[in-house]
């Protein structure tokens, strides 16, 4: 677990708050991601959550690197850090497809702190809201296209959810879409949370042990295995992704 907000030489710190976490996932952004081994196909027709904490070799990538998403020719979904600095979110269920993305850039050029993000999915009629959140706040963002009510419950996929890149295939990510830096305590939740859970989980400077959060269905600490905290989908790593226990990968 990560020091929230807090600049560090090493992307293991939390012994100070009692909960001590460290190790985390190292991608190399050449195909490495995490399985979770779940489509939550079900899951994603509803209302949903993804938190994670990243620690980028660069802010300001060359292409976009994906923290979390699957893909499949028209149902997907993806968290990522595009070439400019923000984050951007893809939604595409149906014949419907949203783009949302932060206002600001996000990260810098060279950028190499620990950040947390986070994405809200809201099922609503007429049609899906979506939330954005970096360290536990919520970023003004702006969307394109829209998924609307019913499209959203016809999200029909066999592709897991990855962390750490845009999954289309058993062991496969789609192109140059991994992460090149750290990843750790990754989670999904069944409901959109709400802001204040959201701040309690990537704000406030603490680092805390989210076992046990309401709707939490998948947690993944990266505590040097692939065991999911709430026992519903142990992981698989793809590609090279490993634990590391060293600042560096």
């Not at 990560?2 to 996932?25: A, C, Q, T, W």
């Not at 190499?112 to 970096?134: A, M, R």
């Not at 890149?165 to 990510?173: I, K, L, R, W, Y």
Request: negative net charge.
């Amino acid at each position: 677990m990560l020091g929230l907000g807090l600049s560090v030489s090493s992307p293991y710190v939390g012994s100070e708050s009692g909960y001590v976490n460290r190790h985390s996932l190292s991608l190399d952004s050449d195909g490495d991601y995490f399985d979770a081994n779940n489509t939550l196909q079900n899951e994603i027709r509803n209302s949903w959550s993804v938190s994670a904490w990243v620690k980028l070799d660069d802010g300001i990538p060359s292409v976009s690197q994906y923290f979390v998403g699957a893909r499949t020719s028209s149902n997907i979904f993806g968290l990522a850090v595009t070439t400019s600095g923000t984050i951007s979110f893809i939604h595409q269920a149906g014949s419907g497809i949203a783009l949302y993305s932060t206002d600001a850039a996000v990260f810098s050029n060279g950028e190499t702190d620990w950040t947390h993000v986070g994405v809200t999915v809201k099922e609503v009629s007429p049609n899906t809201v979506y939330n954005i959140f970096v360290n536990g706040d919520s970023v003004a963002a702006t969307q394109l296209f829209a998924v609307s009510l019913t499209n959203h419950n016809l999200y029909t996929s066999t592709i897991n959810l990855a962390f750490g890149a845009q999954q289309n295939g058993a062991g496969s990510a789609v192109g140059n879409t991994s992460v090149l830096g750290f990843m750790d305590e990754c989670a999904f939740f069944n409901a959109a949370i709400s802001p204040g859970a959201m701040s309690a989980i990537g704000g406030g400077g603490t680092p805390t042990d989210i076992t046990g959060h309401d709707n939490l269905l998948l947690y993944y600490k990266m505590n040097n295995d692939i065991v999911d905290e709430v026992g519903t989908s142990n992981g698989t790593l793809r590609g090279g992704a490993a634990f590391t226990d060293s600042s560096k990968p």
